[in-house]
């Protein structure tokens, strides 16, 4: 399957502070490419969808001011807390949208874990 | 509103017995489902993708979709504890509709 990174796989930050996650697909053009967090013990909660060269698409009760999305490059999504505070702590995860001859497969990053004291 | 329908289980089996796990869509527009596993802590993986009715074998993985029914499922031959794990069921978009949407994921749990 493909292969999609992220970087940082952790991060510990101060609360005030803004943090940037990158997502990378390594061996295919993603147009799209989805953020996701993950809270313990619960299922993934879409934030938005990043296109190419567009705006991000938010997800209802997602702050776009908070959390910026740049898809500068077919392979290449950031996600960047703005001023996080704890409750920001969480697992975010990215996934990249394959097209072709296996459709829209989504593949996922190995995720980031957000720590914000 | 695009629903994917899992039981959150935990379901439970002991090794080298089979595993059913179900999951019901409402998109009939969709053509394309997929299942992922998501050790805990850890991001999903996909493991099965199906797009047309009937049975796909891979390993000991069968994926089996019934539209008529707006049906998946998957099957884990001789479980592993291994194979314990989230299993996510997700139907892709339809029409305009970009975004595959997942199901909250059934507990497997093989017991050793």
């Known amino acids: 399957g493909a292969v999609v990174s992220q970087h940082p796989s952790r991060v510990i930050c101060k609360s005030g502070t803004s943090v940037k996650i990158e997502c990378r697909s390594l061996d295919f053009q993603a147009t799209t490419m989805f953020w996701y967090r993950q809270f313990p013990k619960q299922s993934l909660m879409l934030m938005a969808t990043s296109n190419e060269g567009s705006k991000a698409t938010y997800e209802q009760g997602v702050e776009k001011d908070k959390f910026l999305i740049n898809h500068a490059s077919l392979t290449l999504s950031t996600l960047t807390v703005t001023s996080a505070h704890p409750e920001d702590s969480s697992f975010y995860i990215c996934?990249?949208?394959?097209?072709?001859?296996?459709?829209?497969?989504?593949?996922f990053g190995p995720g980031t874990r957000l720590l914000v004291l | 509103q695009k629903e994917v329908e899992q039981n959150s289980g935990p379901l439970s089996v002991p090794e080298g017995a089979i595993a059913s796990l179900n999951c019901t869509y409402s998109d009939r527009g969709s053509q394309s489902f997929f299942w992922y596993r998501q050790y805990s802590g850890k991001s999903p993986e996909l493991i099965m993708s199906i797009y047309s009715n009937g049975d796909k074998e891979d390993g000991r993985f069968t994926a089996q979709l019934n539209k008529a029914s707006q049906y998946v499922s998957l099957l884990i031959r001789d479980s592993q504890p291994s194979d314990s794990a989230t299993y996510l069921c997700?139907?892709?978009?339809?029409?305009?509709?970009?975004?595959?949407?997942f199901g909250t994921g059934t507990k497997l749990q093989v017991i050793p």
């Open positions: 996934s990249a949208r394959q097209e072709g001859h296996q459709r829209e497969t989504q593949y």
């Open positions: 997700a139907q892709g978009g339809s029409g305009g509709y970009q975004k595959v949407t």
